[in-house]
């Protein structure tokens, strides 16, 4: 079994990060992700995980997501995502992750931070 590649891209920009994921996080690159993750969640104040061009999101990349989200917190951080399609947005709502992490439309919303949009409504 052959995983398709991830690319993984961590591009500071002004006091945050942004660490945007394209391909599929399966079992095979979820490390990558976490990996990637965890080198900047400690230090940055605000993370954001651009999820726009994922093709596919396990369990195992939403356990990832969800290890940066304490990490951050517990350092006084905060994580904030980017799903924009039902391959990654669906799988945060029925796992209940919307509700935990901010999710943003867009990169520069998320950056923004300001009001996160409402988890239970509708989206395309």
């Known amino acids: 079994m052959t995983s ?24 095979l690159t ?9 080198g900047v969640v400690e230090r940055y104040a605000v993370v954001v995980v651009d999820l726009a061009e994922v093709q596919f999101l396990s369990s ?15 350092s006084g951080n905060q994580l904030r995502l980017v799903a924009t399609d039902r391959v990654t947005l669906r799988p945060l709502e029925i796992t209940g992750m919307t509700t935990q992490i901010a999710v943003f439309d867009s990169t520069d919303d998320a950056m923004a ?5 409402d988890p239970s409504s509708p989206r395309d």
């Open 4 to 27: 398709a590649p991830i690319t993984i891209d961590v591009v500071p920009v002004e006091d945050c990060v942004v660490v945007a994921v394209a391909g599929e996080v399966d079992l």
């Open 30 to 38: 979820a490390d990558q992700l976490r990996d990637a993750l965890m």
């Open 60 to 74: 195992t990349g939403l356990a990832a997501l969800t290890l940066a989200h304490r990490v951050a917190v517990a």
């Open 113 to 117: 931070g300001g009001d996160r949009p």
